[in-house]
Structures are given as structure tokens and as C-alpha cells.
């Protein structure tokens, strides 16, 4: 058998492969522009519109109203794309200082702000100046008023309330203190929960129409985004029995473990557990008050889920544990607010040394497509702001009882941060539904807003049934009941765990400080698709995702036949990064042809701005790969030519168009089968994207592309919405952290591939190093 003993290596671009972004063209046809008779009624029809709101910006401009007049302009059904936001933007920003377009509805609706009636004239006569404002009319349906969103049912008790957010720190600060106030002074009581930065929001018990009224008779009314019934989050056991005992395993003295926090309703104190359980318990609630089988449960899966499943599937050989009790018992249901200050304070408090988390808490409604859940904001802010990585679960479905299609994940299971976990099936018991390595009846699937990659990872959760008698039966799988007995449950609260373990794992035995994107990177990498995974793969990304991880030591080092290389650096605006001498090794050249498999996997640290609505995800990095004939030297004289050296006929492999759709659909082989993610996945504004292709695909024709004297290049470029080019006009440049790894392998296993791969990088002059590992373990395959 092969030892797989080779470390995976970082290496790092080299001076003079950073380059300064060139300006391009615009649409040069524009068939989209209005023009003659259409363009004059536009302009007159979105004048009148607008002169509509002329008296009531007047009257508030008198009663010296704090809060601005606020309005909706709607785009055209194409106008969202950037290269035509941009003509919108020029009519409406009227304010020099401040961006005046201040949120997104949906995906066509802006929401617009006036500060005073000069400025509402200064766009009016935008808008009939139709000869030099064509472009952005022609973006334009059409404008309305303002309302925010009002849901009440006469049944909720409690209702949460967000301001908008005007995009000035000293307006929003206004309007706070007006709300807030206003509340005080008509007795209304509520509780205010920072959910983000400047982004707190409200709960009122028992919130009546009156109270309405009253912020309606206060100018505040129009500084509100949405009224709503305060969401309620939930954990569910269904668990049975089961007679067998496990040793109990004991830390080594002396050695040093990572630690994953758990954030659920509490670890009870038995004898596997205890050993592991560092420091005391963190929580609010009473101890009388924590039922912790829930949390107790996950705990077992996370640390003893080898040992009783009798299968190495995670391999970290112990990690510590952290008790952060944010949700006493499952009984209950809990306000999304009291969650959340809850989960704010544990992470506050532990961050330091806590880098890894685990979150297997549901909201009971399900994602939206084109607006990302308060929650996922949430997570997404403590992630940023304290360098953490939450594993968060994907959510229970139980429409498969009543035959129903799987439901789409649960709030909160959006978030763009967070590895987001769904359920496969490790065992099929007479009346389960799903095969093995199959997802689990119960999983909820993606994608996420917007269409962006969720869940990335999938594990072993269990599976389910229904009996002929029509009595729900699941296959779980094993862990401790809060007595200590092993007991057996089935749930995507469970799969989580493990890849959170995982993650702890390669936390423990990388020695370097922590890196989110790294420790995600590797484990999306890595990742693949079980063999028995029935679902087609143009399917598979909303079911599993990038697939299930491998245990950690095989993520981490090679075989002879194969190299993964990892690029962890940071992406400026106005730069991109190309480096012409891409170390493709010549080992793999047959016939006159480059062969072998390249697998590439991108995690980015996206720009985030929770007003911005379907928008939320600001920035984007693209990857090409591939080949060219030869470096040019270009004239730097001539205008938008920046960078001395080019590029001579490049050709991005990494497009789907270029390889054969019959062998494709054929789908046979083990690449086909685990590894294939075709690059149609990979679209702007995913935070992780992953290409995987096999150079024998290409198609006849496209093959001229990797003939032997082509030369290997690889360039990342960063791209930034309207909003967010907007804003670094006034706060400078913004950047994208990034890590990028790449595999490249022969797939006969005869090339010796790393090697040849480590020549290249130092005939290239390139940094390169072994990364740095706590133990080096060999893995026979």
C-alpha cells in the first residue's frame, strides 16, 4: 500500500506577479438603451413620480425632522448587474458626503434616502435631463413611497423591530435615541439586542396597533425597516436505548489539546465526558433550570464518535470541550434575541481560546432566497469580529413522513461564515428511505440566498423511515444520554459535530495561529463525494454540498503521485494577482499533451453589509487557471496599460464548455464519481468555490490547449458592488482575505508528481514550505 507521509506546502506569490487592475470597456452595444420618444416618457413619467414626494420633503424640512425622507426607486429586471448600477447610482447620490442609496429590497428595489428639498431637486433635474442621464433612466421602472414591512397576527407575544440603517453613523445615532424615547415616554417596554455592529434590534411584548400610531405621530414610523413576529429557536432528541458500553478515554498529561465550544443546553457530568470538560460551565440559567441531553449528545458524537461507531472517521485522538449553555431545555422554544445575547456573551468571553464552535440550534422557518436571516447576520458578525469558525447545522425536515420533497435549510443555516452541515445516511435499516452515503430523509438542502453553496459539508447524521403502519422510525447514531447510557438519535444536529471535531482536529495539529480560512479551506478541499451518492451532480451541491471530508491526517499530507499547494494571502482593491510561472510539472506530459486532474478550492472573507439585502455579500474573487504561449511585453505608455508584462493567447481551463458533455454525463469513474464539481458552481459572489476537472475530458478540439510548449498561469482578480466602491471612496481601499489550494495529480499514480511540482516552485524562485504540523503521521491508503 501507498504511505501518504508528504505535507501539503503553502507557497507565496513572488514580487512582480502582484498587478494593478487596468480600466476596461463598457456594454459597447447597448441594446438596452432607452432612446428618442421611449427615453422622453420615461423621464417624464419617473419626474412625476418623484415631484410626488416634493410637499411632504418640504413639510419635514420645516418641523426640522430628524429622521430623512425615505423612497423606493425599482430597477429594470437587468439593471442589477454592477456594469449598470453604476448609471443609477450617479442619479440619485445628490449628497457628496454621504451614499444616499441606503439599502436593497428584494433584488430590483433601492431604497433612497433625501436629506432636504435641495436635494430632491438636484435628482429631479437629473431625471429630466434625460440626454446626459440616459443610462441610469434607462436602469430605472419606476419610483414609489416607503412603508416598512408590517406582519402581525394577534397572537404573537412578542415582535421584533429594525430601524433602517441610513449609512451615517450620527443620523443613525438620532434616530435611536428618538425611538427609544418615544417608547419611553408612552410606557412601551422592550428590549434592544445588538444583532451587529450599529445593528441592534428591538423585541416589544405585546405590541398593539396603538404603539404604531404613536411612532406614525413621531416621524420615526418612516425610520423603521420592518415589524414582525420575534422568531423562536428549538432542539429536538428523539433518542432510544442501546446496551453497550464504550472505555472511557483519558487526556494525556502534557499534552496539548484544542477546544471546541459547544453551544447548546449543556454537557452533563459523566464519567466519558468529564475528563475533557474544561473550566465551568458558562450559562445564564439556573442549574435547576438545564436539562443538557441535547448538548451532552453532541459532546459524545464530537469527541467518542470513532470509538462508537468503531470507524475512524474524524482521527483527532482527543480534543477538549467547552460548555456554553445558551439554551437550557428542549422542552422549550427560545427568542431569537435572548439566543443571541446568549451566544454573544459565551464568545465574547472565550474567544481568546476558543476558536471553534458548534451551534446545532434551528429557527423553525426556513431561509429566504434573495435576503439573508438576522440570525446569519449574527453569526456572520462574531465570526469576523472575534476570528472564530462556527459549525453551524443545516436543520430537521419531516416532510419526508408525509412524502414530501426536502425543505430548504433553516434560518440561520445562511450564514456566510459559518460551515454549514448537512445529514447522510451511514446505515439503511429495513424501513429507512435513504441508502447509504445518501442524504439523510430529514436533511434540509440548499442553496442558500442567492444562490451561494449551502451546506459545503455533509457527515454521518443517521437515517429514517416509515413503518407500514405509518410509525416514524430513524436509524441514529451513537452517543451518551445525559446518565451516561449510549444511546442512539438521528439528526442533522449530529452530523455537525463530527465536522466540527474535525476542525478542532486540524486546529490541534496545524501549529500556527488560528486561521478560519485556512482550517476551512482543507476540510472543503479535501472533501469529496462517497461513491454510493445517487444524487446527478448538477444536483449535488444543494443536497451535500462539496461533499464529506476525509479524517484529518489524510487531509493533511500526499502521495507521491500528488501535491496540494495553499496560497493564504490578502486581495486589494486595484490589484489582482497573476503569477505567468504556475508550476504545472512536466512529469505529467504524454504524448505531447498535459494530462492529470487539478482540483482547486477558493474560500474567501467576502465584504458583508447587512443593509444591502439581497446585495449582503459585497465582494467577490474570481479564479483562472490554464495555459498561454508566451509572456509579452507591453506598452505601458498607452492609456489603461499598467502592467509591463502580458500574456500571449490564455486560455482558462477552468470552463465547463471545454470538455466533453458525453463523458461528463457518463459519469463513471472514480473522479467522476467523488470528485467532479463542475465549475457552473463556481459564480460571482460564493464565498467558497471548487473546480475540479481531468485534462483527458477536454474535447478533441480544445486539447490544443495543453499541448507540451504551453506555459501555466494562474490569476485571481477581486471584484466589489456599487455600494461597497461607493463607501471606499470616503474609507479607503477595501481588501479580501483569501486561501486558495490547489491539487494537482496524476491519476495513474506512477508520476511522482510532488516532487517534480517542489523543482518547478524553486526553479521559479518561489517561497514554498511543508506545513507545519504538530505530529507527522503516515496514512497507508
Not at 451566544?343 to 481568546?352: P, V
Not at 420533497?405 to 450564514?415: C, F, I, V
Not at 444543494?542 to 479524517?551: L, N, Q, R
Amino acid at each position: 500500500m501507498a504511505e501518504r507521509n508528504l505535507p501539503i506546502r503553502f507557497f507565496r506569490h513572488r514580487e512582480g506577479d502582484d498587478r494593478r487592475t487596468e480600466g476596461g470597456g463598457d456594454d459597447k452595444e447597448q441594446k438596452w438603451l432607452l432612446a428618442g420618444t421611449q427615453l422622453i416618457k420615461k423621464s417624464e413619467q419617473l419626474s412625476l413620480e418623484l415631484d410626488a414626494f416634493e410637499a411632504v420633503v418640504s413639510q419635514r424640512e420645516k418641523r426640522q425632522a430628524i429622521v430623512p425622507f425615505v423612497f423606493k426607486a425599482i430597477l429594470q429586471e437587468k439593471a442589477t448587474a454592477k456594469s449598470r448600477r453604476q448609471y443609477v447610482d450617479k442619479i440619485f447620490n445628490a449628497s457628496r458626503t454621504k451614499n444616499s442609496i441606503i439599502g436593497i429590497l428584494d433584488r430590483e428595489e433601492l431604497v433612497v434616502r433625501i436629506n432636504s428639498s435641495q436635494e430632491l431637486h438636484t435628482v429631479s433635474n437629473r431625471i429630466k435631463d434625460y440626454n446626459n442621464f440616459d443610462q441610469g433612466l434607462s436602469c430605472l421602472n419606476r419610483i414609489e413611497a416607503f412603508s416598512p414591512t408590517v406582519t402581525m397576527n394577534g397572537k404573537t407575544e412578542n415582535y421584533k423591530i429594525k430601524l433602517l440603517d441610513f449609512q451615517d453613523y450620527e443620523d443613525n445615532l438620532a434616530i435611536i435615541r428618538l425611538f427609544e424615547d418615544t417608547l419611553i415616554k408612552n410606557n412601551v417596554l422592550y428590549n434592544k439586542t445588538k444583532y451587529a455592529e450599529s445593528y441592534p434590534i428591538y423585541k416589544i411584548n405585546r405590541l398593539q396597533s396603538t404603539v404604531l400610531d404613536i411612532l406614525k405621530q413621531n416621524d420615526i414610523f418612516e425610520a423603521l425597516y420592518s415589524v414582525e413576529p420575534m422568531p423562536q429557536y428549538f432542539i429536538t432528541l428523539d433518542s432510544v436505548p442501546f446496551q453497550d458500553t464504550v472505555p472511557i478515554m483519558f487526556p494525556e498529561d502534557g499534552k496539548e489539546y484544542a477546544t471546541l465550544g459547544i453551544l447548546d443546553n449543556g454537557i452533563a457530568e459523566i464519567p466519558h465526558l468529564k475528563p475533557w470538560v474544561v473550566g465551568e460551565r458558562m450559562s445564564s440559567y439556573p442549574a435547576e433550570k438545564i436539562t443538557p441531553n441535547h448538548g451532552t449528545f453532541i459532546a459524545g458524537v464530537s469527541l467518542y464518535g470513532d470509538i462508537l461507531e468503531g470507524t475512524p472517521w474524524i482521527g483527532h485522538k482527543g480534543i477538549k470541550l467547552f460548555d456554553a449553555t445558551v439554551f437550557p431545555d428542549i422542552t422549550e422554544t427560545i427568542d431569537e434575541d435572548e439566543l443571541i445575547a446568549n451566544i454573544r456573551e459565551a464568545i465574547e468571553n472565550n474567544h481568546d481560546k476558543i476558536k471553534i464552535w458548534n451551534l446545532s440550534i434551528s429557527l423553525k422557518s426556513p431561509i429566504l432566497d434573495t435576503e439573508f436571516s438576522d440570525f446569519a447576520k449574527f453569526l456572520d458578525h462574531v465570526q469576523e469580529k472575534y476570528n472564530i469558525l462556527i459549525c453551524k447545522s443545516a436543520g430537521n425536515c419531516e416532510n419526508f413522513i408525509n412524502g414530501r420533497p426536502k425543505g430548504k435549510l433553516h434560518k440561520g443555516a445562511d450564514s456566510i461564515l459559518s460551515l454549514v452541515v448537512g445529514s447522510i445516511a451511514h446505515e439503511k435499516g429495513p424501513y429507512d428511505l435513504a441508502e447509504i452515503d445518501n442524504p439523510s430523509p430529514f436533511t434540509r438542502i440548499g442553496p442558500g440566498p442567492e444562490f451561494i453553496v449551502k451546506p459545503e459539508l455533509v457527515h454521518y447524521g443517521g437515517n429514517a423511515g416509515i413503518k407500514s403502519d405509518g410509525t416514524v422510525v430513524r436509524t441514529g447514531v451513537k452517543s451518551f444520554s445525559m446518565d451516561g447510557k449510549i444511546m442512539h438519535a438521528a439528526g442533522t444536529s449530529f452530523s455537525t459535530p463530527r465536522i466540527a471535531a474535525l476542525a478542532t482536529g486540524l486546529y490541534q495539529e496545524i501549529k500556527q495561529e488560528f486561521d478560519p480560512l485556512v482550517i476551512k479551506g482543507i476540510l472543503v478541499h479535501s472533501a469529496n463525494y462517497p461513491n454510493q451518492l445517487s444524487i446527478p451532480y448538477t444536483e449535488r451541491t444543494k443536497y451535500v454540498g462539496f461533499g464529506k471530508p476525509p479524517a484529518i491526517q489524510e487531509m493533511l499530507f500526499n502521495d507521491p503521485h500528488e501535491i496540494t499547494l495553499i496560497l493564504r494571502e490578502s486581495l486589494v482593491k486595484g490589484k489582482f494577482l497573476e503569477i505567468l510561472d504556475f508550476p504545472m510539472p512536466s512529469c505529467l506530459i504524454k504524448d505531447g499533451f498535459f494530462t492529470g486532474q487539478i482540483i482547486a478550492t477558493l474560500v474567501y472573507s467576502p465584504i458583508l453589509e447587512p443593509s444591502q439585502g439581497s446585495e449582503y455579500c459585497q465582494s467577490n474573487i474570481d479564479i483562472l487557471l490554464g495555459t498561454y504561449d508566451e509572456k509579452t511585453t507591453r506598452d505601458t505608455t498607452h492609456k489603461n496599460i499598467l502592467n509591463p508584462v502580458g500574456k500571449k493567447s490564455p486560455q482558462n481551463i477552468f470552463r465547463h464548455d471545454l470538455y466533453s458533455k458525453r463523458i461528463i454525463n457518463n459519469d463513471t469513474g472514480v473522479f467522476s464519481q467523488r470528485e467532479r464539481l463542475l465549475i457552473e458552481f463556481a459564480d460571482k459572489y460564493y464565498p467558497v468555490k471548487k473546480y475540479a476537472v481531468d485534462l483527458s475530458e477536454l474535447t478533441e478540439a480544445n486539447k490544443r490547449y495543453i499541448t507540451e510548449n504551453k506555459n501555466w498561469y494562474l490569476k485571481l482578480t477581486g471584484l466589489y458592488r456599487s455600494f461597497t466602491e461607493q463607501k471606499a471612496m470616503h474609507i479607503g481601499k477595501p481588501q479580501q482575505d483569501f486561501c486558495l489550494l490547489v491539487t494537482i495529480k496524476d491519476p495513474s499514480g506512477k508520476q511522482d508528481v510532488y516532487n517534480k511540482t517542489i523543482q518547478k516552485l524553486d526553479a521559479f524562485q518561489f517561497w514554498h514550505s511543508s506545513i507545519n504540523l504538530a505530529s507527522q503521521v503516515t496514512v497507508r491508503n
